[in-house]
């Protein structure tokens, strides 16, 4: 079983930049597609990138492509997300997940219903 925890979040001026941590507990942590999603105020969650169990492909959304980049450290059990030239439309509460149901996968995962488990979020503020 893995938990989730992230980290990194606050408030940000536009054109700045954060870095979101998530700490994986558990053994299996390395087997997992790892993913990030956000989901802003009265709107629906939605995908924005992803990172295969070896670290060596990753998947953006659109909107963050150039702007964004995740990687992994999996001795350390962790999966980061980098993300500069912040826009105000980038504020949300950020989430990550592992898609457990198929270990090792070589497939990427651009759907919420797609993982299985989620960490509590934090929450990413850029002001105008």
């Known amino acids: 079983q893995v938990q989730l925890v992230e980290s990194g979040g606050g408030l940000v001026q536009a054109g700045g930049s954060l870095r979101l941590s998530c700490a994986a507990s558990g053994r299996t942590f390395s087997r997992y597609t790892m993913g990030w999603f956000r989901q802003a105020p009265g709107k629906e969650r939605e995908f924005v990138g992803s990172?295969?169990?070896?670290?060596?492909?990753?998947y953006y959304a659109d909107s963050v492509k150039g702007r964004f980049t995740t990687s992994r450290d999996n001795a350390k059990n962790t999966v980061n997300l980098q993300m500069n030239s912040l826009k105000p439309e980038d504020t949300a509460v950020y989430y990550c997940a592992a898609h457990t149901i198929t270990p090792y996968s070589v497939n990427y995962y651009t759907r919420d219903y797609e993982y299985d488990t989620w960490g509590q979020g934090t929450q990413v503020t850029v002001s105008s």
């Open positions: 990172i295969s169990w070896r670290g060596d492909y990753t």
